[in-house]
């Protein structure tokens, strides 16, 4: 027998609806207007989910509908809590990672730092720049460097510090065959060996740098964001 090992492969996170857990499973356009407005229900962490919103099939009419909606509350100019934010990237690292360990997506300088930060930007600059008004990170940052908004050192290195990060987070999920689990293992082990290999190093100590390099980086990237 063939064991394909696919936990949490494409599942739906139906709490990202209006509402979350407590919603209907499915919004009418009405109720997503009244929720998203700028001075509707919507938290500040959703204004920052929807920044990656976009069609994926279904109705064309709806779906641009739905992304006017999203362009509408997003790109308001009202302003962003950094401070609020930052609260809430701890706690979320302090939650889902375990104590002593460190998480590709979720540690202090893991992929979500780079979102984050990307995200932010887009949020100030869409008021008045559509070009950086789109769900890809790569794109964003393309955009942001070109209105401006990005220095010449992180045009450089933030593409790259990303994409190493979504290569090490899809190594993971191949060597563990599940999608959830992104704990980087001891550098020591067979498992991070296996690592190493998949990512083409030709060591797991030049692995364990590269890891540390990208971190380190992402993790900076808060400080350049106003907190007062």
């Known amino acids: 027998a063939i064991h394909a090992p696919r936990e949490g492969i494409f599942e739906l996170d139906l709490r ?7 919603s209907s499973l499915a919004n009418s356009i009405d109720q997503c207007r009244a929720y998203y407005a700028v001075r509707g229900e919507a938290m500040q962490f959703e204004r920052m989910a929807l920044v990656r919103l976009r069609r994926v099939a279904g109705d064309v009419g709806l779906g641009r509908t739905l ?6 509350f997003v790109y308001s100019g009202a302003p962003l809590d950094i401070p609020g934010l930052l609260h809430m990237r ?6 889902l990672v375990a104590e002593g360990s460190r998480n590709a997506k979720h540690s202090s300088g893991g992929l979500v730092d780079i979102e984050y930060f990307v995200q ?10 559509p070009s950086v008004r789109t769900p890809n990170t790569l794109d964003a940052i393309a955009a942001l460097a ?8 992180d045009a450089v290195k933030l593409p790259e510090a990303y994409s190493f990060l979504r290569r090490l987070i899809g190594a993971l999920r191949v060597v563990r065959g599940n999608a959830r689990d ?21 060591t797991p100590e030049a692995l364990a740098t590269a890891i540390d390099v990208r971190m380190e980086y992402a993790a900076s990237l808060w400080r350049q964001l106003p907190v007062e």
Do not use: C, K, M
């Not at 701890?90 to 939650?95: F, K, L, P, T, V």
């Not at 932010?120 to 720049?129: H, K, M, N, P, Y």
């Not at 070109?146 to 050192?153: F, I, M, S």
């Not at 498992?191 to 030709?202: A, G, H, K, Q, V």
């Open 120 to 129: 932010t930007l887009q949020i100030v600059a869409g008021a008045t720049e």
């Open 182 to 202: 992104l704990t980087i293992p001891p550098v020591g082990s067979r498992e991070f060996e296996y690592l190493s290999r998949r990512l083409f190093y030709e």
């Open 90 to 95: 701890e706690r979320q690292a302090g939650e």
């Open 146 to 153: 070109e209105t401006g908004h990005v220095g010449y050192d």
């Open 67 to 72: 992304e006017a909606l999203r362009d509408a």
């Open 16 to 22: 990202l609806r209006p509402h979350g857990d407590n």
